[in-house]
């Protein structure tokens, strides 16, 4: 049978897991598999295993209560391995960057921040800003080639859509990096400008959500920021 693989933490954590269960049904006991000073939370891992809510939420159990006592570097839903004696020589082969990493990620959390700004709001910034979408604009509505300008108009301000995001999602980063230790950017998507994790020491959390909430006031009703966590640190393993 495969073994599941929750997380990997030094061996000198906790590891209280007598009140935890794991995934499938019934649910798995949890054990460790302990190698070269770092130890592997896991349990046999059930056939057809699917992300179903009661697993989902079995794994991010198991996370939580990990985290709660230590550095715990969160391995993501549904990661197997052949069984236990690879897992065991995946540990001693990575042993010294498993405990870096643990060692970079004790004591911190990580916060998720999306960001969107209304189109309407960033139109008329953009037409304020260029005069040569406004001199394209005016052609476009009212010269003989108005096909051509309106293409032309597209895409122009499809580019300067592009660039003010850009900017926008720079200066706000800008704006919390003193409260974070790292971060990781993801491809925005949507109408987001900014889809970014950041890795905050646990004791600033307070502090990094405030500089957050100044940050989304300072820009104004027109800024959505949506901020997700604590969270396990995923972005940062």
Known sequence: MST???AITGADHPLRLDDLHGVGEPPSPLRTVTA???AAVVSDAPDGLRAKRRDVMAHEGVLEALMADGATLPMRFGLLGPDDVRVAEVLEREGDAYRARLAELDGHVEYNL???REEQDLLREIMARSEQVRQLNERARSGPGGHDE???LGELVARSVAERGSE???ETMQALLPVAARVSRSEPGGSHFLNVSFLVPAESADAFVRAVQDEADRRGDAYTFTLTGPLPP???V
Request: aromatic share 22%; charged share 15%.
């Open 4 to 6: 599941y693989v929750y």
């Open 36 to 38: 070269d000073g770092v």
């Open 114 to 116: 999306k960001a969107a």
């Open 150 to 152: 309106l293409i032309a």
């Open 168 to 170: 926008q999602a720079e």
């Open 234 to 236: 995923y972005s940062f």
